[in-house]
């Protein structure tokens, strides 16, 4: 089975900056849908960023002019691109595809901790 794979997490100061990538393990077509997940402890998975196969992109109240979503579909890749980083978005970071006909892809996750 076909699964993404995230990069890019770790640990950074507040203030800072990380860029996450996810790619799959093997080809896959006509995505429709690239979009972040994160889930920090105790709390629900909650949508960060997406972005449509025409460009389109939507990011949840917190993240808005701090994150960055992208896509290369020549790649097959999604990015978020994390500035001004906060101890609140401290989280397991999940990448989602999503195929135009409604399958669906995840990551295993990558940690991101935001020390203050």
């Known amino acids: 089975q076909v699964q993404l794979v995230e990069s890019g997490g770790g640990l950074v100061q507040a203030g800072g900056s990380l860029r996450l990538s996810c790619a799959p393990s093997?080809?896959?077509?006509?995505?429709?849908?690239m979009a972040w997940y994160r889930q920090a402890p105790g709390k629900q998975r909650e949508l960060v960023a997406s972005?449509?196969?025409?460009?389109?992109?939507n990011y949840a109240d917190s993240v808005k002019d701090r994150f960055t979503i992208s896509r290369d579909n020549a790649k097959n890749t999604a990015y978020l691109q994390m500035n001004s980083l906060k101890p609140e978005d401290t989280a397991v970071y999940y990448c989602?595809?999503?195929?135009?006909?409604?399958?669906?892809?995840w990551g295993q996750g990558t940690q991101v901790t935001v020390s203050s």
């Open positions: 972005i449509t196969s025409g460009g389109s992109t």
């Open positions: 989602n595809f999503v195929r135009m006909y409604g399958r669906e892809y």
């Open positions: 093997a080809l896959i077509f006509d995505i429709g849908r």
